[in-house]
């Protein structure tokens, strides 16, 4: 299984967990009701924090890191964005590895939450969560470090041949 997170699913879980427990608020009582909410709220909590630890039982397999060496490198003109959704337990991952590399490398970094937000998802084409997002080249779901640092190496050649065919272009005229 790609580990990813669906955004159809991230919108199953913020719609589910209410409407089951008004379901159940209709049905028995309010307090019933509640007790669902709070159950399915704690749960999601729950799920994200452990996921780590999870992951090999529900189908996404390991989700381990593997650490990059010290590099001499730096990205400090590169903008690197991640957008993620509340729920999944990919995204946080991604992030701690951005923050771990961003701390290295001096690259900025923007995170958007997109569970909400139609305009971003649409704009971008969205449909699975994480989503790192470097010069116009989009790597969408769990990375490791390493590959990570190997997406943002391409950006950053990118940017720089850009760069360098802009000021080519320049010189001609």
Known sequence: MKQQCYL?????TWVGVPVVAILIGLKTNWLGGFVVMAVGIVAQIVYVSWFPRLSRWVGYGSVADQPVRKTEATFASLT???YTASVCP??????????DLKAGLGFQLREFDVTFRLDLILSKGLKAVPVVEANGRYKTGNATSGELLAFLNEAQNLQAREAGLARQFCKLQ
Request: glycine share 0%.
């Open 90 to 99: 990919l995204c946080p991952l991604v992030r701690k590895r951005l923050l």
């Open 80 to 82: 690197v964005t991640l």
């Open 8 to 12: 159809a699913n991230v919108w199953l």
